[in-house]
C-alpha cells in the first residue's frame, strides 16, 4: 500500500511520480490521483480538479521541467478541469481523451461531466506520445464513460487505468453514457495486454493486473446473475434490487449503485435476456 499524503510528490517508479489532489469523497477513495511521467520532460497524466492548492502542488513537483502534453483519461470533474490551468501555467498542450458534452444529472454530483473540456489533440486508439525517455500509447477503454482512455508506459511495462480499473473499489457504470457491454470488452481487451503494473487514478497500484480484471469480471457476472435471480423472483424494479443486492452499502452510493444495476439491465436487454424499462423489468418471454 502506498503512502496517501495530500499535494505531496511522491516518487513511485523512477519514471513515475504521483500527486494526491485535495478531493477524497465516498467515490474518489482518498482522492484523485495526477501522475507525472519522465525526468527531464514530463507528462502529466489526469490533472484532477480545478483546485488551486493542487495546481500548485503540481507546479512544485514540476520544479521547472518542461511539460509535453497534460493528458486526461475522461472527463468527469474529478480529472480534467485542471488541464486549463495546467496549461496556463506550463503552455502545454491538453492531449488524450475526446471531449464529452452530455448532461448528467445522475448521483454522481462530484463526478459530473466537465462541459469545458477542450482539448488540443484527441488520441485515437494506439496512439502514442514521446519524451526523451517515455512513450505513452491511448489504449480506448470505453465502458465507465464512452471517452475513457487509459495510458500505456511500455518503459516500465505499466498502464495508467484512470477510473476503467481502480484499486481501490469497482467502477461505477452509469447510463446513459456509462455502459456495461463496452466495459466488459475493455475489460477483455486489457486481458489480452501484458502490463506488468496498474496505476489507477484513484487507489492502490495493481500489481498483478490480470489476476484483478480477472476478479472485476467475475463480479460483474455475479452481479449479472444476481439480477436475473431477482427477476425471476418478481422483483423488477431497481431501488429494490439495489437494497437486497447491496446490504450494508453507504447510503451516500445508493444512487450510483442504481446507475450500475440498470447498466447491467440495459445490457441483459441488447442480449434478449430480459424486458422492460424504468422500474418495470422482467425476463424476457
Not at 502529466?44 to 507546479?59: E, F, T
Not at 477503454?141 to 495508467?160: I, K
Not at 473499489?169 to 475489460?187: E, F, H, K, Q, R
Request: proline share 8%; glycine share 10%; charged share 20%.
Amino acid at each position: 500500500m502506498i503512502e496517501a499524503p495530500t499535494g505531496i510528490a511522491l516518487a513511485v517508479e523512477p519514471l513515475v511520480t504521483r500527486v494526491l489532489a485535495p478531493n477524497p469523497s465516498p467515490f474518489t477513495y482518498t482522492g484523485t490521483q495526477t501522475y507525472l511521467i519522465g525526468t527531464t520532460e514530463l507528462a502529466v497524466i489526469d490533472p484532477g480538479p480545478d483546485d488551486p492548492a493542487h495546481l500548485d502542488a503540481l507546479l512544485a513537483a514540476i520544479n521547472g521541467c518542461p511539460v509535453t502534453a497534460i493528458l486526461c483519461t475522461h472527463t468527469h470533474r474529478d480529472h480534467s478541469p485542471g488541464a486549463a490551468a495546467l496549461k496556463a501555467a506550463t503552455g502545454a498542450p491538453i492531449i488524450g481523451c475526446a471531449p464529452l458534452t452530455l448532461e448528467d444529472a445522475g448521483p454522481r454530483a462530484d463526478a459530473a461531466f466537465d462541459t469545458g473540456y477542450a482539448p488540443d489533440r484527441v488520441l485515437a486508439d494506439g496512439e502514442s506520445i514521446t519524451g526523451p525517455d517515455w512513450t505513452l500509447t491511448a489504449v480506448a477503454t470505453p465502458g465507465h464513460t464512452s471517452n475513457h482512455l487509459a495510458f500505456a508506459l511500455p518503459q516500465a511495462g505499466a498502464l495508467f487505468t484512470g477510473d476503467h480499473v481502480m484499486g481501490w473499489s469497482t467502477t461505477v457504470v452509469a447510463p446513459p453514457d456509462g455502459d456495461m457491454a463496452a466495459y466488459m470488452a475493455s475489460l477483455d481487451k486489457l486481458m489480452s495486454r501484458e502490463d506488468r503494473i496498474y496505476f489507477p487514478a484513484h487507489g492502490d497500484p495493481i500489481e498483478k493486473p490480470r489476476r484483478f480484471v480477472r476478479g472485476l469480471m467475475g463480479h460483474r457476472k455475479q452481479r449479472e446473475g444476481q439480477i436475473l435471480r431477482l427477476l425471476r423472483e418478481d422483483i423488477g424494479a431497481v431501488p429494490e434490487m439495489v437494497e437486497r443486492m447491496y446490504v450494508g452499502l453507504d447510503p451516500r452510493l445508493t444512487g450510483a449503485a442504481g446507475r450500475s444495476v440498470l447498466a447491467h439491465l440495459l445490457d441483459l436487454r441488447a442480449r434478449g435476456l430480459v424486458q422492460g424499462e424504468g422500474d418495470a423489468w422482467k425476463i424476457a418471454a
